[in-house]
């Protein structure tokens, strides 16, 4: 049995941005579930959610600061969660990283640096608690100096660093490193710095024993330098200690038979319910109810990864089809005008919600026929597996994680019942509306596409093989 700290900014139910909280959320537990004893430690914010209770662990002081450590569990599982309680950081209201406005909180640097001293007191068992952890974990930016910092130390454990997206760094100014008082030791060009600035990635990717990434392709990506932004020399020097190892998703949250949040639970065995979901999207958000027009879901962060603008660029020949697309989203606000001006103009088409809301994401997951994921880069994708999961047939670009967890649907793998979606290969909105015209064909058939919704369906993407695969490297290391 090993001792396992993870180190995580946002981990679902307590607060999520994004996959990262999926991912955090669900690893640590599927690790518990292999008998591991792991511990979770994440900052206090304001918004963060528990149903559990919290108690007072331990205060520790570290740069002349007085920080208490609170404990409680994950909800519905026996992981600890340590939350690192300071509230001249944390307390602030909304997105751990962002203001109201989207823009960075002004003290990041800070915020994030002080959860890496304190994290890394952990791992040092400082905060005396009797539990050394035998590894420490840590995930994106957020958490880059601890590998640094505990490289530093005698008796330190072992150290992973995963990569969710490398195209978030933690770039602060040169000057940050001294005012947060970080050891000279780590602050020169093969470390900490980065051009003059002060790279928070960089201590996960030069200190870390081991780095990984959450899929496999993505492992690959980044060593060239389309998508290694400039970093993809260290970890071509560093190959030999990274690797990727896809994400799983969480089985219990993401079930068609027990989802609390839709309309009608349905199987692969009993996919006609599935419509009843169709007709609730259709209803709420005033689209024809009509069973036999294709209905295209999109569920995320409205930026240029996304491939968003690809699909600004084919909207208007999309309604020339007969389709309904339903988006759920929110981010570059320039997107969220654009889709709201077509939502406008096309009301019997296409449905915009700007905002974020768990419940309508499941329901568009059950009740979309295609989920649209025409995305530029994507280190793992969460969305896809769920909408394979809920018979919804992905529409992806064959990049990263999508690469790795979507079968395009061929003569050949519709023969072998592999086929579960749609992929494509270039980052235009030609090859995007080639894709789109494929499925509709495809959907035109109800045979066929009843073959791909099962096959979809049947696709095993728990965690078990993936959570095994991070326990054979933390018994390597
Ligand atoms: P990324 O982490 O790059 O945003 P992923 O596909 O890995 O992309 O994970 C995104 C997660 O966030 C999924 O669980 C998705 O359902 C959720 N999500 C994204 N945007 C929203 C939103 N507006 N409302 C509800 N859930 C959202
Ligand atoms: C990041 C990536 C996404 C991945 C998620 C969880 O946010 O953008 O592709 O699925 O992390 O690993």
């Known amino acids: 049995m090993k001792k396992i700290l993870f180190v995580t900014s946002e981990a679902h139910p307590l607060i999520k941005t994004g996959g990262l909280a999926d991912v955090c959320g669900s690893l640590p537990k599927a690790l518990a579930d292999l008998s591991q004893d792991i511990k979770l430690i994440i900052p206090n914010y304001q918004a963060l959610k528990t149903s559990e209770n919290v108690r007072f662990l331990c205060s520790i002081r570290v740069d002349n600061r007085n920080i208490n450590i609170l404990e409680t569990r994950m909800p519905d599982s026996h992981v600890i969660v340590w939350l690192v309680d300071y509230p001249a950081y944390y307390n602030y209201p909304g997105n751990p990283y962002v203001d109201e406005q989207g823009e960075s909180w002004p003290n990041n640097a800070e915020r994030f640096g002080l959860f890496c001293r304190i994290a890394v007191e952990a791992a040092m068992d400082r905060v005396h608690q009797d539990w050394k952890p035998d590894i420490v974990h840590c995930n994106d930016w957020q958490t880059g100096l601890v590998p640094a910092l505990l490289s530093l130390e005698h008796g330190r454990p072992s150290t992973v660093f995963t990569i969710h997206n490398m195209a978030y760094q933690g770039l602060f100014p040169g000057s940050t490193a001294a005012v947060l008082n970080l050891p000279g030791k780590l602050w020169h060009p093969a470390g900490l710095e980065f051009h003059d600035m002060l790279s928070f990635i960089k201590g996960g990717l030069v200190y870390a024993d081991y780095i990984t990434t959450v899929s496999p392709t993505y492992a690959l990506e980044i060593q060239t330098p389309e998508l290694g ?97 339903v988006l759920l989203g929110s981010g570059d606000k320039d997107f969220e005008k654009q889709l709201q001006k077509l939502a406008h103009l096309y009301p019997d088409k296409i449905s915009i919600t700007i905002g974020y809301d768990e419940s309508l994401a499941h329901l568009i997951e059950a009740g979309a026929d295609i989920f649209l994921m025409p995305s530029r880069f994507e280190p793992c994708g969460l969305n896809q597996m769920y909408s394979q999961r809920y018979g919804t047939i992905p529409i992806v670009r064959k990049t990263g994680g999508l690469a790795d967890t979507v079968v395009d649907t061929l003569p050949e793998t519709l023969a072998n019942h592999t086929a579960s979606g749609i992929v494509f290969n270039e980052a235009s909105s030609g090859s995007l509306l080639e894709a789109i015209k494929r499925a509709m064909i495809l959907y035109s058939s109800p045979d066929t596409w009843k073959k791909m919704q099962s096959n979809a369906m049947k696709k095993d993407f728990s965690w078990q093989s993936s959570a095994e695969q991070y326990l054979a490297l933390y018994e390597n290391l």
């Open 229 to 325: 932004y400039g970093l993809e020399g260290l970890l071509d020097h560093r190959k030999e200690f990274l690797g990727g190892i896809i994400n799983g998703i969480d089985l219990d949250q993401w079930n068609p038979e027990t989802d609390p949040y839709i309309t009608q639970h349905f199987s692969a065995a009993t996919l006609n319910k599935k419509q009843l979901n169709k007709y609730e999207l259709q209803r709420r958000f005033s689209l024809p109810d009509n069973e036999r027009i294709p209905l295209f879901g999109l569920i995320g962060r409205l930026v240029e990864q996304k491939g968003i603008d690809l699909i600004l660029e084919c909207l208007p020949e999309m309604i020339t089809m007969d389709m309904q697309f």
